[in-house]
């Protein structure tokens, strides 16, 4: 048990590094920023693993050795538990509270009485020469062993998780269709046994609402959603936070939400380059989105732009927004000419700048356009949100649900229970008036709460004294 | 004057009377001997105590009416809720114990230092995001609290503890001074019979918790191995509710971000000091590990639970840094 405790000691001290550097399944871009700070320092934790700690070596060395020593330590327990869950109660030698009585009965007679009484107490009874032993308390020791077993359980269930699990992100503008595959998705991570089996739903976004407290506090988050296998449509409901839509072992929740305004460009005859909804960004105050028109010739065309809900101009000529809601919007832009390199691997949130050069700057509120002096019109003429779910299945998840249930039950006796013997011996003595007599000698030993079990046996005594109708103590 | 309002009224109120009933607890604890009759003061400072619990309840309410929704939305909500649990928590225990009278005043200043910071925490009565508008999250968090609570008196135990077992082994080495009726060592172990092994865990936490050495405050103690059983009990209550409250917030975040863990800090601490805790009620089963060793995992434990309160949000960004606001 001292390896336990140490390991327990060192599992914490190892899972605390964690929440002090920034972890990379959690917050990639915070990695970044830190090892930018401190490049010699941000190598050496690199190469021990502080910003991976929980998928670390030494991280999981450490619960498997907790593992093993819980292991081996849980195999001899089992076999003692069976072992005296089996076994007869036994009368012990010597209790730590004892009571001698009379009884108005025969010995046999006194015996049934108390083996009764006992056993109506939930206590187990075997007779013995002469009288009865009793025990009860087990699951103390079974509590404890349930509670440690789901441990491993648990781990079960994590990995079964991790291993035939998927989560994936994907934003869809309000009226588009999203189709569950591996390419949909804006990002996915799939567990090395999930083999590629996606659903292959379709998931329309029939409308996105925001509600907001007077003082900007979001209130609801919910997206009108149409569920389709195939044609067929299956599920017609709202997605909202902490409510999310199952379906088919897939969990679809309400994670984020943005705005997309519908961005129009056309060229000087007319010749419409580009009218779609973009998925801006949270960008400090405001939105970021760009648009690529690869089609023009000679040069390419990228649009960066920033987009203002509810637009107002603080008095160091800064422009932010002023609530959540669309009072006032206004898309600014940065058109960029020149090549996109298309054929590098990019973000679609991001322009390419390095084979381009800046051309026009320009702002355009909603159903208003601009034409630019390259020849260029860009338009705003409607806005829409868009709505970002987390696709996620785990199919480890009611195993860890079971095992945490295991747990909680398994802490409860193996706190508050305690093991203790009851023993009973009766001798016949010789009867004043031929009436049967006997002497009752009551014996009983707790191995754990022991202030509680003295009134426990003050009860039993005071029960028999009753049931046998003699008289008190000698 | 708004609802809320008045619930802040009845905030300072109640921190008022708490504050009044600490220092009347710190003058009566000197003037009582253990186990006698309440002096005077000491039954001001209990009426001060009851009187600031009743408006804390009132404040709590009102806070509730106000922002519409259950009063453990934020910060200062849930430090109000916690110091309040651990309030009637204290007055439980003495109720049924009157010999643990000793602890009063240390209890009741943790209270109010978690008062005092609590209104350094202060938001103002509203509703809650979205991603807290779960009735998990509401289990969660008040099991959180009163997990929480329980753990802070336990924690006034381990130390009084602490205090206490240093007097007294300087009492058994120097043979000194008020200990005459002082027997031993506080912890004995009773021998079992019948081949059932010794059990020292809770050996009657109540026997004779009066005539202890030491001086000052030290003296006015009861003896170590009771403080050290309450101790234990207490953790031993909080346990269970805490690893509930970390349960039901992983049920939460399943429901609300599509895991239910994910090494979040808050998620991480919250395990560290349950963690720390199990670490403690295993040390107090192995030989070696009780007494101050145990008592030290304690007070680790208590440490890891404000940094999972205090540090993790105010300090520590994660998922639940909204929990500041």
Not at chain 1, 454 to 461: K, P
Request: charged share 20%.
């Amino acid at each position: 048990m001292r390896t336990a405790i140490m390991l327990l000691f060192a599992l914490a001290a190892a899972a605390s590094i964690g929440s002090f550097i920034p972890q990379r399944p959690i917050n990639e871009l915070a990695v970044i920023r830190w090892k930018a700070m401190r490049p010699g320092l941000g190598a050496f934790f690199e190469r021990i693993g502080f910003f991976d700690v929980y998928g670390a070596g030494w991280f999981t060395a450490i619960y498997t050795l907790l593992l093993v020593s819980l292991v081996g330590c849980l195999v001899p327990r089992y076999r003692a538990f069976w072992r005296v869950w089996r076994a007869t109660p036994k009368p012990g030698a010597r209790g730590a509270h004892t009571f001698e009585g009379v009884a108005a009965c025969g010995e046999d007679e006194a015996i049934d009485i108390a083996e009764r009484s006992l056993r109506r107490r939930r206590y187990r009874t075997a007779r013995i020469e002469g009288g009865v032993a009793a025990e009860r308390g087990h699951w103390r020791e079974g509590g404890s062993l349930m509670f440690h077993t789901a441990f491993l359980v648990l781990l079960v269930g994590v990995a079964v998780g991790k291993g035939w699990g998927f989560n994936g992100q994907v934003a869809i503008v309000e009226g588009d269709r999203f189709t569950e595959t591996h390419v949909a998705y804006d990002s996915i991570n799939e567990g090395s046994r999930f083999g590629e089996r996606h659903r292959g739903f379709t998931l329309a976004v029939e409308d996105f609402n925001a509600t907001f407290a007077d003082n900007g506090v979001p209130k609801e988050f919910v997206s009108r959603v149409k569920l389709f296998e195939g044609d067929r449509l299956v599920r017609d409901t709202d997605i909202r936070v902490n409510n999310p839509l199952v379906y088919r072992g897939v969990s679809i929740f309400q994670l984020a939400w943005g705005w997309a305004p519908r961005i129009v460009i056309e060229a000087g005859d007319g010749t419409v380059l580009h009218d779609a909804p973009v998925v801006f960004l949270p960008d400090g105050g405001g939105w970021r989105g760009v648009v690529k028109v690869p089609q023009t010739k000679p040069e390419q065309i990228g649009l960066e732009m920033y987009f203002f809900n509810d637009l107002k101009v603080d008095e160091r000529g800064r422009p932010r927004n002023v609530s959540p809601l669309p009072n006032r919007p206004f898309v600014f832009f940065q058109e960029y000419r020149g090549d996109l390199n298309l054929s590098a691997p990019q973000s679609v949130y991001e322009i390419d700048k390095r084979k381009m050069k800046p051309g026009d700057i320009g702002a355009v509120a909603l159903n208003a356009s601009e034409t630019l002096p390259g020849g260029y019109t860009i338009s705003f003429p409607g806005l829409r949100q868009y709505t970002v779910f987390q696709i996620a299945a785990d199919p480890g998840q009611a195993v860890v649900l079971a095992a945490a249930a295991l747990i909680l039950v398994g802490l409860f006796p193996s706190l508050y229970s305690s093991r203790r013997r009851v023993w009973v011996r009766v001798r016949s003595s010789a009867a004043a008036g031929g009436e049967p007599e006997s002497r009752v000698e009551l014996s009983g030993l707790a191995l754990q709460r022991k202030a509680s079990f003295e009134e426990e046996f003050g009860a039993i005594v005071r029960d028999l004294g009753r049931q046998l109708g003699g008289g008190g103590a000698r | 004057m708004s609802v809320a309002g008045i619930s802040d009224t009845l905030f300072w109120a109640a921190l008022v009377f708490y504050g009044l009933a600490t220092a009347a607890f710190f003058v009566a604890i000197r003037r009582e001997a253990p186990g006698a009759m309440r002096s005077a003061t000491g039954r001001v400072a209990l009426g001060l105590t009851i009187a600031g619990a009743a408006i804390h309840l009132g404040m709590i309410v009102t806070r509730a009416v106000a922002a519409g929704r259950v009063p453990w939305g934020n910060m200062y909500e849930y430090s109000a809720v916690l110091v309040f649990l651990l309030v009637v928590a204290m007055l439980a225990v003495v109720s049924r114990r009157p010999s643990l009278r000793a602890i009063e005043p240390f209890a009741m200043l943790v209270g109010v230092v978690t008062m005092v910071l609590a209104r350094g925490l202060y938001a103002p009565a509203g509703p809650l995001q979205p991603a807290l508008q779960s009735w998990w999250l509401k289990i969660h968090v008040i099991s959180a609290i009163a997990a929480s609570s329980i753990f802070s008196i336990a924690f006034v135990f381990t130390v009084a503890y602490l205090i206490k077992e240093r007097a007294e082994r300087r009492a058994l080495f120097t043979g000194s001074t008020v200990g005459a009726a002082y027997a031993g060592p506080a912890v004995v172990a009773e021998r079992g019979g019948a081949g059932f092994p010794a059990d020292h865990l809770d050996a009657d936490p109540d026997a004779g918790a009066d005539a202890p050495p030491g001086r000052g405050l030290a003296a006015r103690l009861p003896k170590s191995s009771t403080l050290d059983a309450w101790s234990y009990r207490l953790t031993a209550v909080a346990f269970p509710i805490w690893t509930w409250a970390v349960i039901a917030g992983a049920i939460w975040a399943a429901k609300a971000w599509s895991r239910y863990w994910a090494w979040d800090p808050k998620e991480t601490w919250a395990f560290i000091t349950w963690v720390i805790y199990a670490a403690y009620l295993h040390a107090r089963a192995t030989s070696g590990w009780r007494g101050r060793r145990a008592a030290v995992v304690a007070v680790a434990g208590f440490v890891s639970l404000w940094i999972t309160y205090y540090v993790v949000n105010l300090w520590i960004v994660g998922l639940h840094s909204y929990a500041g606001t």
